[in-house]
């Protein structure tokens, strides 16, 4: 050291600057009240930061704001610019033993979630899979939803508004209607509804001669 003792001073505020720019340590606590939320951070053994914001991706109030909190112990990364911590920005995060990966695989994309909804694509297999934990359920909300693929649906299906199939419909097993309105000729394997009701409305009983008359009801 010099025996300046101004350029010592110099000196070491220089290496605590250094030392600050980068730390590590984990999420101590969180605030959401405050605007944006912030987040303390431990960087050491009883060495606590003031309040600092976190990286959450997007923050734009024009094209895309995203939002992930930070929760308690999670392990993250200081970055300082002035070596000041008290100006850091925190940015998440780091994998441990603590906080292990949802997989090891080189194709997989996951995001999993404390309940055990995962979202998962495989690049290997182009498979898109999306797990609802807990029971939990799916809502999507928008003007027109379209689908272009083959659908394979197991479970109960309700629709409360109107359905329009501009295709053959095959059921396996019974159809309960409480009302069919039908635009078009209905068929079964044999002949059309409407074929049926020609051969009832104009049919007679024969039992002998005269023949009976023809029926007071029409089909």
Known sequence: MSDNPEMNYIVRDMQRRMANMI????????????????????YAKGAVTGWLPWVSGRASSKHRVDWEPLAVGEQVIILSESGELSAGVV???????????PSTSTDEHVSRYEDGTEI??????HKLTITIGSGGDAELTCKTFHINADIEHSGNQNTSGDMTVKKSVTVTENVSAGMAVS????????????ADREIF????????????SQPNQQQ
């Open 23 to 42: 730390k590590r340590g984990r999420v101590h606590s969180v605030d959401f009240k405050q605007k944006p939320p912030r987040v303390r951070v431990e």
């Open 91 to 101: 940015i998440p995060a780091l994998s441990d033993a603590k906080s292990p990966v």
């Open 120 to 125: 998962s694509y495989n690049r290997a297999s």
């Open 183 to 194: 635009g078009k000729s209905v068929a079964d394997s044999v002949r059309t509804m409407s």
């Open 201 to 212: 409305n104009g049919h007679d009983h024969q039992h002998g001669d005269p023949k009976t």
